[in-house]
């Protein structure tokens, strides 16, 4: 593994005893709970906007939906054309084709693409402009057109985040629009949409719940005043964070191989569903940090899965992180039954790291960045556009720069993960 001397590790303790939650006003999880979405609807609107993908509006669970909205009294329109990692040209075609009429709710149903354009595209309807003059934190002016979120995926954990990420094509990069304001009114979380979930998209986004939940919990503290309360999404690894992290873990690291193993058991289904969903609500006060602010512009050269990009990182992220977070990877070890209370704390850490790739493994998920076709002479350029996503490398508990990022690619390319 290449050593780079880095800064001295910070100190990221939580000495306010932070806690900090967002969240739907309502978030109703169980399987066959998709039977609700017409009713909440009918409760707060006449006009519906459903927001989703083609696979999804051409399912036979689509059609029934519909018709159940339509059989409510509820006008409905369609837009399909979501695309993965949401292109802003989406948002633009959204706000071109349904500005007019106004729509009096939005239904966001299947990935996290579709759950991220219906947020946005509340704002945008709602104050007009363009998704652009919402790049950031907090420039949402206002509320929007109420959002009920639907995932057919376990992973993203958008069904209950404050923000949505786009990528926008002139600039190359993803970007952000974060705001408590793009908080969905309601999140209907029902694990018998995933069971149609394909093997690949279900391994990409259970890796990407994995990585919320480690980047959460071993994420940095920081003690934020008032000022800085309202004014910054991530409030940083929290109590209240760390009590879904650790729900979410014990549940992953059951439920994803067993998911591996038989895409069809419901049971492994919707407990994935449910440490998405805690995973979620962890990062949307906490952040997620160094292996999400370096997978961007992988994914964006590689034009690869978004989880399986973060699953080929966070080896040599974690590894990177770990003299920081000694403590937190040993609970995790412990939490995830690799680990004993009795062995030193470096061992358990170690344990947990090995546990978390061995999770990935199984999923079929990589391991290394070579897998994702990144090339050595990408790498500089990747470690100067990870620094630009200075919203996520504020999160790492280890002070990144371009030299260290560097050589966490190297590790990766050389698939080194040695201690």
């Given at each position: ?6 800064p001295?590790?910070l100190?990221t ?5 932070l806690g ?61 054309g ?7 040209r ?22 996290g ?8 595209a ?94 959460s ?10 000022d ?17 992290a ?24 919707s ?42 990182l ?6 990177y ?9 040993a ?31 199984v999923l ?18 990747v ?37």
């Amino acid at each position: 593994m290449t050593t780079v001397a880095a800064p001295a590790a910070l100190h990221t303790a939580n000495d306010l005893g932070l806690g900090l939650l967002r969240q739907p006003a309502m978030v109703l999880f169980g399987s066959g709970q998709r039977r609700q979405i017409p009713r909440v609807v009918a409760g707060i609107a006449t006009r519906v906007l459903m927001v989703t993908d083609t696979r999804m509006a051409a399912s036979a669970e689509f059609a029934l939906l519909v018709d159940q909205l339509v059989g409510q009294g509820v006008s409905v329109s369609v837009y399909d054309g979501t695309e993965p990692d949401l292109p802003r040209r989406n948002v633009v075609e959204l706000v071109e084709r349904f500005g007019a009429t106004m729509p009096e709710a939005i239904v966001g149903i299947g990935g996290g693409s579709c759950m991220d354009l219906a947020k946005v595209a509340s704002a945008v309807l709602t104050h007009g402009g363009d998704v652009r003059d919402f790049y950031g934190q907090f420039l949402v002016p206002g509320p929007g057109i109420p959002v009920v979120t639907v995932p057919t995926t376990g992973g993203t954990g958008a069904e209950v985040t404050c923000i949505s990420v786009v990528f926008d094509e002139e600039q190359g990069m993803k970007v952000g629009v974060a705001s408590p304001h793009l908080e969905a009114y309601a999140a209907i979380i029902d694990p018998e949409l995933t069971l149609t979930c394909p093997p690949g998209l279900t391994a990409a986004s259970g890796a990407d719940a994995l990585s919320h939940l480690i980047e959460s919990f071993t994420g940095r503290a920081k003690n934020p005043d008032a000022d800085q309360l309202a004014n910054t999404l991530y409030a940083g690894k929290n109590v209240l964070a760390d009590v879904y992290a650790r729900t979410g873990l014990a549940l992953l690291n059951n439920s994803l191989p067993a998911v591996a193993a038989d895409p069809g058991d419901l049971a492994a289904r919707s407990d994935t569903l449910f440490g998405a969903y805690c995973a979620g609500m962890a990062i949307n006060t906490a952040g997620t940090a160094g292996a999400h602010a370096i997978q961007s512009p992988i994914g964006a050269l590689t034009h690869t899965p978004h989880g399986f990009g973060i699953s080929a990182l966070l080896p040599y992220v974690m590894r990177y992180n770990l003299p920081a977070r000694v403590p937190e990877f040993a609970e995790i070890g412990r939490i995830l039954g690799v680990a004993a209370p009795s062995e030193p704390d470096e061992l358990q850490a170690r344990s947990a790291i090995d546990r978390i790739e061995e999770i990935l493994s199984v999923l079929g998920a990589p391991l290394d960045l070579r897998t994702l076709g990144l090339a050595p002479g990408d790498f500089e350029y990747v470690a100067q556009q990870a620094m630009l996503a200075t919203r996520l490398t504020a999160n790492n508990p280890r002070e990144l720069t371009v030299e260290s990022v560097v050589s966490i690619l190297e590790d990766g390319y050389a698939g080194d993960r040695g201690w």
